[in-house]
């Protein structure tokens, strides 16, 4: 059977998936969500923002559902152990981190910061700072590094939308076929069930309520001019 659609396995969609009601779903991995539309196992997917510009000749770009944030993102951190920022930095990555990293590495630029990325198999900042003192943590991950002893030393989003006055745009939404007509109510929707969701959120990753409630409401689905200039911005800048 065709799927509908395929929904990011993150947290951040968790309000759009409860909202959605329009078809077949399943969620995936950002790799696994490209495929399942490349493959046209899904008529309609989100993909990270980098996943789409890589493949951009393949696919039709809809205006929404995206994952943006109007604020702190509070789940894509740099971090270390004890160690503050210095002029040259080596930072531990994972694999799902190509737009996050994109963001750092123009963040880190704009500061003066000279940095090499070492790729890493793990995803948890205590094994990602085992093989380096810095990580770019993100998701569900990050969210927990907030509850350690681990120093946070940029929340990467934020210091994108003070820096580029633009607001992160992670993960927009992608067809094989042109002119997918789309119904919004649902997309709307999802603001409704992000309460549940921060609750939820915080007991899964015992993490404060506070905490999650922010990263809910600063979560966006809605695309507006701020997301659409930080597309062409990140178009105009990124190469494959």
Known sequence: MRLDWTFLKMSHSDPLVMAFKAGTMERASPSDSLANVLDMRSKMSMVSLVSYLRNAKDLFLLREPVISFAGQTLSTLLVSRDKGMQKNM??????????????????????????????????????????????????????????????????????????????????????????????????????????????????????????TRRYYENVMYLAESSTENTLSFVRNGFTT
């Open 90 to 211: 080596e930072i531990a990555i994972s694999a799902d981190t190509e737009t996050t990293r994109w963001y750092m590495s123009n963040v880190l630029r704009s500061m003066g910061v000279r940095f090499t990325l070492k790729s890493s198999g793990y995803i948890e900042a205590e094994e990602l700072l085992n093989e380096a003192d810095y990580a770019l943590v993100i998701g569900d991950e990050a969210l927990k590094v907030f509850s350690t002893k681990f120093r946070i030393l940029i929340d990467v989003g934020y210091e994108f939308l003070r820096i580029f006055e633009m607001f992160p745009l992670y993960a927009v939404s992608v067809a094989r076929e042109e002119n997918l007509d789309i119904s919004r109510d649902w997309i709307s929707d999802a603001n409704n069930y992000k309460e549940e969701c921060a609750e939820k959120l915080a007991s899964r990753l015992g993490i404060s309520t506070v905490l």
